[in-house]
């Protein structure tokens, strides 16, 4: 079985910055791809970025140049950095990640969720 964990949300002014984590754990064989997207309250599920194995990176137009994720392979961990938040960027953030679990299965998973608030 499969978890990740993620951590770092909560309440901050607009202008200001989080840095969310998202650690994986369980029988995993290998990482492929992980990534970070968010659900606002009304809205659906929508992509925030993504990050191969290798740290090659891509993110959404809306968080360019103000998100950045990154990860620590031998931590199995993925990271959110967000900085000159805005109150749109209110939602409850997910990771997810691709997960090679045997020799020939991949799976994906998906964290529970972290809500950040962004106060204008």
């Known amino acids: 079985q499969v978890q990740l964990v993620e951590s770092g949300g909560g309440l901050v002014q607009a202008g200001g910055s989080l840095r969310l984590s998202c650690a994986a754990s369980?029988?995993?064989?290998?990482?492929?791809?992980m990534g970070w997207y968010r659900q606002a309250p009304g809205k659906q599920r929508e992509l925030v970025g993504t990050?191969?194995?290798?740290?090659?990176?891509n993110y959404a137009d809306s968080v360019k140049g103000r998100f950045t994720i990154s990860r620590d392979n031998a931590k199995k961990t993925v990271y959110l950095q967000m900085s000159s938040l805005k109150p749109e960027d209110t939602a409850v953030y997910y990771c997810?990640?691709?997960?090679?679990?045997?020799?020939?299965?991949?799976?994906?998973?998906w964290g529970q969720g972290t809500q950040v608030t962004v106060s204008s």
């Open positions: 997810n990640a691709d997960v090679l679990v045997g020799t020939w299965r991949r799976d994906v998973y």
């Open positions: 369980g029988r995993i064989f290998g990482i492929n791809d």
């Open positions: 990050i191969t194995s290798g740290g090659s990176s």
